[in-house]
């Protein structure tokens, strides 16, 4: 039996795969890895490759514009994070801090002007009233004079002389023959 078990390994022997010493002239296979070599590109892998570099520059420059708007972003937040903490440590320094609130002017009899805080009521100084804030309007003379200048309504009369003549046409359109042109009721 002994016989036949060598046979049968002579025939495993010689069905080994792959280049053997003495095949194709290389030698023995001692390992594998991945190389880096440098080869001759075809005139169709060269248009690739300036298609793959152009897309990859303007990828580049979409990159540095985000990175741009992203640094202003956190610049502004730094900023706005500073500004808070100058007022904190202020605010700890001084014992007070400024905090915006709605405030009522008031004129008194004496022309002051008090300000007070809308939310409390408390009082947070007074002064002496400007002229402007001492005018006071007659009554059908027109804006007053703490009404903005974009403010005005376009049908309201600006002086007494609009008011009337306003008047006497609305009369006339009614049928009205009292507010005639004569200047006085009823005589035209």
């Known amino acids: 039996m002994a016989t036949k078990s060598k046979s049968n390994t002579k025939a495993k022997s010689t069905t080994k ?18 190389e880096t070599i440098t080869e001759r590109l075809t005139l169709g892998q060269i248009e690739e490759q300036r298609a793959k570099a152009c897309d990859l520059m303007r990828a580049k420059g979409e990159l540095k514009e985000k990175l741009k708007s992203i640094q202003a972003d956190y610049k502004a937040k730094i900023a706005e994070v500073d500004s ?46 400007r002229l402007d804030e001492l005018q006071e309007s007659l009554p059908g003379m027109g804006k007053k004079p703490d009404e903005e200048e ?4 376009d049908d309201a009369p600006t002086d007494v002389a609009d008011k009337i003549a306003e008047t006497a046409a609305a009369a006339k359109e009614a049928g009205d023959d009292d507010f005639g042109e004569g200047g006085e009721g009823g005589e035209n």
């Open 17 to 34: 795969k792959g280049p053997t010493k003495g095949d194709d002239g290389r030698g023995r296979k001692i390992g594998e890895r991945l």
């Open 84 to 129: 808070k903490l100058t007022n904190a440590l202020g605010a700890a320094a001084a014992g007070k801090r400024d905090v915006e609130v709605a405030i009522e002017e008031w004129l008194t009899p004496r022309n002051q002007v008090q300000r007070y805080r809308k939310d409390t009521g408390e009082l947070i100084g007074d002064r002496v009233a």
């Open 150 to 153: 974009g403010d005005d309504d």
